[in-house]
């Protein structure tokens, strides 16, 4: 296929990933009808099976066996990874320990007395949560719970404080957040360097983007809340009562700690320390989850607060909550290694990649158009398709030009993500907008222009630093 025909193909797959998006098609299965049709399309024009020398010699079986390939790949690679850290997560929600590590963290605020300066303290708060609280909902709720009210006593308004409870969730980072896995493995990196990637590169840009944040949304909050003036408190519904207690749960502060605890493993035991023997990710929750499982059989034991079945059967929600995240995530994973396929064997993003590096200009064109067309996609639909469609643009643009992906794959994915905070359906939105009786379309136009810079910094940053 010649490079402009197979530019022009690769375009219009592309567009009709996005409108199948649009109009609220299944996600993962759109990704993999695509992906199935380029691959089968390309294999009877060029007569050569996606299966190669393992081919079944019949084009047709090859391409289902192909699928089965890539899902048996994904499923013992990628998808189970993130299965394990999520069936994490729900374990630690069913323990409330993430509700307890929320509300101890959050008992500095209640000192403060600036009202705008405790937007940037909320910000970092946020992110720090997001290590151990991986979804944006679940974020946002003990942000309500725990530092909410205390934004209104400081004197920020109703439709300040609930602007920027959301954007913490939005930011994706964490050596085995969901997105990284999947941007990981499209980009061709070994996901079991995530940690060392999460501390050399995700660490810096999340400070950056904070930094950005910090300054941005106070001054826009002045403007809003000055512009507004009364209707910026108006029909305020959150009730205080909603407030939760660390003594009210019924389990010792230390659970707390639970939450970070893979975090904290995976880094001591990864290629950051020389002196430790290396563990993957699956490995590190796994023995945490035990771990946990065994302590709290302990402390109910000694306690008598719950009996034994009654432990054990909570610990088996770990399990459920992987299967949550397969029948979520898990699909979409295997979908778009399909669909990176389909675009790769048409030809058209090796020819998109090599159009864009010829000279530095085509270079910073091609990931500054990448992260603010995803931007725009994440605010209309969600993030996964943006990592589907443009983390192999740019893997192509950062290898012909001979750089390394880390920097501007950084500013794809947290650039884009900035996207969410003006995302309608967004979850978090929707949670923060319920509970305070802020308007969702006065959430949306607030975090715009905030949002839209911190993407432009996090391009400048990507293109500068590579």
């Not at 530019?7 to 199948?20: E, N």
């Not at 699928?67 to 013992?76: R, Y």
């Not at 939005?170 to 060392?196: H, M, Q, R």
């Not at 205080?240 to 707390?256: C, E, N, Q």
């Amino acid at each position: 296929m010649s490079p402009v025909l197979g530019i022009i193909v690769t375009l219009i797959l592309v567009a009709l990933m996005l409108w199948g998006v649009m109009k609220k098609m299944n996600a993962g299965f759109l990704l993999m009808i695509i992906g199935l049709v380029a691959i089968f399309a390309m294999e009877l024009i060029t007569g050569t099976s996606v299966m190669g020398e393992k081919s079944t010699g019949n084009l047709f079986f090859d391409l289902f066996e192909y699928f089965g390939t890539t899902a048996a790949s994904q499923l013992s690679r990628n998808v189970l990874i993130v299965m394990t850290v999520m069936g994490y997560v729900y374990y630690m929600e069913k323990l409330k320990a993430s509700t307890m590590f929320a509300l101890l963290l959050s008992k500095p605020f209640k000192k403060l007395k600036n009202p705008y300066m405790i937007i940037v303290m909320v910000l970092v708060f946020g992110a720090i949560l997001k290590l151990g609280i991986t979804s944006a909902s679940s974020l946002t709720a003990m942000l309500l719970a725990t530092v909410y009210p205390v934004m209104r006593q400081v004197g920020l308004t109703r439709n300040t404080a609930a602007s920027c409870l959301p954007i913490a969730g939005s930011i994706v980072w964490g050596p085995a957040d969901a997105n990284w896995v999947l941007a990981f493995g499209l980009a061709g990196l070994d996901v079991e360097k995530l940690p060392e990637f999460f501390v050399k590169y995700e660490i810096l840009y999340v400070a950056i983007l904070l930094v950005c944040l910090g300054i941005t949304l106070p001054l826009f909050s002045k403007y809003f809340d000055k512009k507004e003036g009364e209707e910026a408190n108006a029909n305020d519904v959150f009730n205080a009562k909603d407030v939760g207690d660390p003594d009210s749960l019924g389990i010792p502060k230390f659970y707390a700690l639970f939450p970070l605890l893979p975090l904290v493993v995976i880094l001591i035991f990864s290629s950051l320390i020389k002196a430790t023997p290396n563990i993957s990710i699956i490995a590190a929750h796994i023995m945490c989850f035990v771990f946990v499982m065994i302590i709290d059989l302990i402390v109910n034991a000694v306690s008598k607060k719950a009996g034994f079945l009654e432990v054990f059967n909570r610990a088996g929600s770990y399990f459920e909550g992987m299967g949550r995240y397969f029948n979520l995530g898990g699909i979409i994973m295997i979908s778009a290694a399909i669909l990176t396929q389909g675009l790769t064997m048409v030809g058209g993003i090796t020819s998109i990649s090599k159009l864009l590096t010829e000279g530095n200009a085509g270079f910073v064109i091609g990931i500054a158009a990448a992260t603010l067309i995803g931007m725009f996609i994440a605010a209309f639909s969600h993030l996964s398709p943006v990592i589907s469609i443009f983390t192999p643009v740019v893997a192509a643009i950062c290898a012909a030009k001979g750089v390394g992906v880390e920097f501007p794959l950084c500013a794809l994915i947290f650039g884009s993500c900035m996207g969410l905070n003006v995302y309608a359906t967004n979850s978090a939105i929707i949670i923060a907008s319920g509970a305070t009786g802020a308007p969702i379309s006065t959430i949306l136009k607030r975090n715009l222009i905030p949002s839209i810079i911190t993407a432009v910094v996090c391009i400048i940053v990507g293109v500068i630093f590579a």
